[in-house]
């Protein structure tokens, strides 16, 4: 499954991309929402997972973006801590909200596997 990691922080980054290409996962990895878009529009891409609060172009606005173009690619939000509530992210079009201290990567892989499958 070809997953798009859109993370600004290099330590958690590098942590989910260990964590994905263990599930299974060839992982491109991004620092924000302006790099995921073209990434997107360059590369086939089966799953999007992304941070929100980041540089340049945040993941709200970038989910925004996305959902523009992209109307069903499983696009996943994760957070630290967010101004935003889960209901919000969900009604922008993400296929699903996680805190990044109670979540794990797999849970999300096992969504959206049959569906590349």
């Known amino acids: ?35 995921a878009l073209l990434s997107l529009k360059t590369v086939e891409i089966d799953l999007v ?15 925004k973006k996305a959902r523009e173009e992209f109307k069903t690619l499983p696009i996943f939000i994760i957070t630290g801590s967010s101004p935003y509530t889960e209901r919000e992210i969900l009604s922008y079009g993400a ?17 959206v596997s049959p569906k590349v499958a």
Do not use: H
Not at 21 to 31: A, D, H, P, Q, R
């Open 1 to 35: 499954m070809r997953t798009l990691l859109v993370e600004d922080d290099d330590d958690l980054r590098e942590i989910f991309k260990e964590q994905l290409i263990g599930l299974g996962c060839s992982v491109i990895e991004v620092k924000n929402g302006e790099q």
């Open 49 to 63: 997972i992304s941070d929100i609060q980041m540089p340049v172009l945040d993941g709200v606005s970038f989910l």
């Open 95 to 111: 296929s699903g909200y996680f805190e990044k201290s109670n979540f794990d990567l797999k849970t999300i892989i096992d969504q």
